[in-house]
């Protein structure tokens, strides 16, 4: 039997975490590998027998190695992948980073000339389109991560047809998974590491024990840090915005091109 294999593979930041507790183990008519059974799914999909597989987990840097190896497994794959405004998205990666210990400010995170920590070729939709086509014989399902916040069941719709899996409306909740941490919360933690924790935190991504024994006890810190700092009166660390406006603007309109053809691809 040849099996059906769907691979949504994010980008971070895209609403994956919502998809992976609140959607996808929902689904009918096929089988979710949840992002937790990664490492394991290429060993799930080749002892089992199911018609159709889904598999889950959102990559940014490690995006082309992660597709080259899973598609020289199953050169069937079909990618599901979503997108969203540059400008959006590497705000939210920014406070993501500073949320697990990044102390640098954004312009350093993203230089707008391309030489920052986050360069240019990572921003660029249009080089993993490329990459997709690249490594896969099918045509990718192309998703715009505002649809999902504003019509969130045509959104799930589009993958319902991509993939030939089936849901009930009323099983799926739209309430947020994780409620983001405010600019306040985001600072004060950043003003603590500057001074503090100057070393960020190594994220084992493939080794679990090591992620836990090093990293994650750094992550409780950090969510403790941000949890206290509500008390603390902004006036006392608070000098300018996490992000400065007028240089995501900057980067909005630098990204612009490269947007509407994500724009045109997935309306």
Request: charged share 30%.
């Amino acid at each position: 039997m040849k099996k059906e294999i769907y691979f949504h593979v994010g980008l971070a930041k895209t609403g994956s975490t919502f998809l992976q507790k609140k959607f996808f183990p929902f689904l009918k008519d096929i089988k979710y590998i949840s992002t937790h059974k990664y490492r394991k799914c290429i060993k799930i999909i080749n002892n089992t027998n199911y018609k159709s597989y889904l598999i889950s987990r959102e990559f940014d840097r490690q995006f082309e190695k992660e597709v080259k190896i899973f598609t020289e497994h199953f050169p069937q794959t079909k990618i599901i992948i979503i997108f969203r405004r540059h400008d959006k998205w590497i705000t939210s990666q920014y406070k993501r980073y500073v949320k697990n210990g990044w102390h640098w400010n954004f312009e350093d995170f993203y230089e707008i000339s391309g030489n920052g920590y986050w360069k240019d070729s990572e921003l660029l939709y249009k080089n993993k389109l490329d990459l997709i086509k690249k490594y896969t014989i099918h045509k990718p399902l192309i998703l715009n991560f505002d649809e999902l916040k504003i019509n969130p069941h045509n959104f799930f719709n589009k993958i319902i047809n991509y993939t030939n899996a089936s849901y009930k409306k009323n099983s799926i909740s739209l309430n947020i998974v994780h409620k983001s941490f405010s600019e306040k919360q985001l600072l004060f933690l950043r003003a603590y590491c500057r001074k503090f924790k100057k070393n960020v935190p190594e994220y084992y991504v493939d080794d679990k024990l090591k992620h836990w024994l090093f990293y994650r006890p750094w992550w409780l810190y950090f969510h403790l840090i941000m949890y206290f700092s509500v008390i603390i009166p902004s006036t006392f660390f608070v000098k300018n915005p996490l992000v400065n406006k007028s240089y995501i603007l900057k980067i909005k309109n630098k990204f612009k091109d490269d947007w509407e053809l994500i724009k045109k691809i997935s309306d």
